[in-house]
């Protein structure tokens, strides 16, 4: 009796722990989000993406990838700066595409390679590439970020095996052991970005540990680690310039930062920002976040969904930085741009920040990059991705920084890629108090719980983005009154909805917000406004990039392709009428091409576009054209 009575109160106590500790995490954050994603396995893609994701998985991530020869740069050193990121931003996608898939296989390749990695630990709790007695060193920082965001979401989506909790918190105090005020090293001045082209240091790259320290602290309420990103804020984020008090002031991305604004490091800092934000929901955070996005979106973003470039403002930065990439993307000078590192990071800060608002035009930015940009980086053998990515010329190569393992060439960029690919069935359908979110169309089934508890389920028929039809089945448990929202992409102006056979008006950027007793069978059907829209170049600072218009297929840009038009950058003009362009599908000439349509041009001619992201570059000498020069 005295063994079962202490028995029942270790069960209570332990009962209580959980409680305490699952409260205590809830509690440390202040702010809640407006949308959240639905659980790992609720959403199933089918069709477009999914061919995409099942072949990032099957041929990268479960294919050619060099996991162990990841873990030797920190067992043995490693020949280059900065390759410590890629063992994180290979375990990142897989870990992520684990919790969409439940693939056994792909866990199995988790678990081992996450088990290598804790063997390396060093006696000071340093996971590196560097020796002890050279910590900290330029870009060691930035690779140990990686390793912590690699654990955690393995830790988060695979496995919460508390030697890897463990290793994370050595990790932290290791670094706050040596980086900090002074007589520490400033965090400030670990890094390399600008003093490596001869300009003022930059150093953001450091301050990016932002977000997994954030990350650790939800899941420990250590007070220190939450200490360490408000020092990492006070900072500035940069060695020279207050990228944080910028972004309140509404500064431009491309004058954020000095010489050398980095675009996707600015990103991922600010990633850490929404996580910071959450905790101590401090509003001016909240207004930098926002500044960023709309500055962001509105100045640095391309038809393409992606930012960046190596031109006009900042001509030794290959392509990673802000110059008001939207203005000036027809520049004739640009020689790199919109590097998949930044487009994905773009993609990520989107998703968190759709998460914390609910805003639909942040949404429809995640769809144009996943259509157009991210996809269109993509090898179609599904090994890769490409590192810089043009609108006119060669549209992707092999080139960019890395390292080549055997014969395989491997970038930052093509292991970041996936990552985009496994956000997709994160962000198509999610969740918010009333009920759940529909922001993606493509054909797919997911689940979910209504408000009241019960199970329910939707299928998504569709074969978008080839048309603009859609039909939405909803199944139910029993019949309940709760909101479903659709978002209504601002670019279809023109959109049709009928519930169950009635006509509903909507309006294009934003939610349809359908509140209503729903029941089993209820059957939703959307027409999207496919018409082809022409697009006119903006007018940046170089008149060369004046007399150029392009092609939009609902969200898909089109181009014309040099492996099927051997004129393919020949002026032309396009028979358009207020905007608009008369086009006429047909059936591919290329078995990689997903849409190709004639599109009218003077004297009765026609001119061959295919998507965008299906022009098949690589390798070829082939080119692609997607801002049209006018006759």
């Known amino acids: 009796m005295k063994r079962k ?13 959980v409680f305490l500790s699952c409260s205590a995490q809830k509690d440390r954050e202040v702010i809640k989000d407006t949308f959240s994603p639905l659980s790992p396995g609720a959403v199933k893609l089918d069709g477009f993406f999914e061919d995409y994701i099942q072949n990032s998985i099957q041929h990268w991530n479960m294919g050619d990838l060099p996991y162990d020869q990841f873990v030797d740069f920190f067992r043995n050193g490693r020949p280059q700066f900065a390759l410590g990121e890629m063992w994180g931003k290979a375990v990142r996608s897989g870990c992520m595409f684990y919790r969409y898939t439940n693939d056994p296989k792909l866990k199995q390749i988790m678990d081992e390679t996450v088990n290598d990695l804790l063997s390396t630990q060093r006696e000071n709790g340093s996971i590196s590439c560097v020796e002890i007695d050279k910590q900290p060193e330029e870009s060691e920082l930035w690779e140990r970020k990686y390793v912590m965001l690699g654990l955690e ?40 970005s600008a003093t490596n082209i001869g300009y003022e240091p930059c150093h953001i790259e450091s301050s990016t540990l932002l977000e997994p320290f954030m990350r650790l602290y939800k899941w420990t309420g250590e007070k220190r680690f939450l200490d360490f990103a408000s ?49 101590t929901g401090d509003p001016r955070h909240k207004e930098m976040l926002l500044n960023l996005f709309k500055n962001i979106s509105s100045k640095e973003i391309t038809i393409i969904g992606n930012g ?40 990520k800060l989107c998703s968190q920040l759709l998460r914390l608002t609910g805003d639909p035009l942040i949404a429809d930015y995640i769809e144009k990059y996943a259509y157009n940009g991210l996809i269109g ?69 997911f689940s979910f719980e209504t408000p009241g508890k019960r199970p329910g389920s939707i299928v998504i028929d569709s074969d978008f983005p080839l048309s603009g039809k859609i039909v939405i089945d909803l199944k139910l448990k029993k019949a309940e009154e709760f909101t479903i929202r659709f978002r209504i992409p601002g670019w279809s102006e023109e959109t049709e909805m009928k519930i169950n056979g009635e006509e509903v008006k909507v309006v294009p950027g934003i939610y349809a917000e359908i509140t209503r007793r729903w029941e089993s ?32 297929y609902g969200p898909m840009v089109l181009a014309r392709d040099e492996n099927i038009d051997i004129n393919y950058n020949a002026p032309v003009t396009l028979q358009a009428e207020n905007g608009y362009i008369d086009v006429k599908q047909e059936n591919p000439q290329r078995g990689n091409i997903k849409l190709q349509f004639l599109v009218p041009v003077e004297d009765g001619k026609f001119i ?23 006759k």
């Not at 500064?251 to 910071?276: D, I, Q, R």
């Not at 390798?619 to 801002?627: E, F, S, Y």
Request: a negative charge; aromatic letters at 12%.
């Open 5 to 17: 009575t202490i028995l029942f109160n270790l069960f209570l106590g332990l009962m209580l722990y």
């Open 153 to 192: 979401e393995y830790y988060e989506w695979v496995n919460p095996d508390p030697r890897v909790l463990d290793a994370l918190i050595k990790q932290a105090d290791n670094i706050m052991s040596i980086i900090g005020s002074s007589p520490k090293t400033e965090i400030v001045d670990v890094g390399w």
């Open 231 to 279: 020092y990492i804020i006070a900072s500035g984020g940069t060695k020279n310039y207050d990228v944080f008090e910028n972004a309140l002031n509404n500064v431009n991305p491309w004058e954020m930062a000095g010489h050398y604004p980095k675009a996707y490091e600015m990103m991922s800092l600010f990633e850490g920002l929404v996580e910071y934000y959450r905790v």
């Open 308 to 347: 960046g470039s190596d031109q006009p403002y900042h001509p030794y930065v290959a392509g990673e930085a802000w110059g008001n990439t939207a203005l000036e993307q027809t520049n004739p000078d640009i020689t790199r741009m919109m590097e998949t590192c930044v487009g994905v990071t773009w993609m």
């Open 377 to 445: 980086a993509m090898k179609p053998s599904g090994d890769g991705f490409s590192y810089v990515n043009l609108l006119n010329g060669m549209k992707v190569t092999d080139q960019g920084w890395g390292w080549k393992f055997d014969s395989l060439q491997v970038t930052c960029c093509n292991l970041n890629g996936p990552m985009g690919l496994a956000y997709i069935p994160y962000v198509a359908t999610m969740k918010s108090a009333e009920g759940p979110v529909i922001n993606l169309y493509n054909k797919a089934s």
């Open 521 to 552: 069978g209820d059957q939703i059907a959307l027409l999207m406004d496919m018409r082809c829209k022409v697009i006119d170049a903006p007018r940046g600072s170089n008149r060369g990039g004046d007399n150029f218009q392009a092609v939009v």
């Open 608 to 630: 061959t576009m295919v998507d965008y992201a299906s022009v098949d570059n690589w390798n070829n000498g082939k080119h692609v054209c997607t801002w049209l020069p006018k």
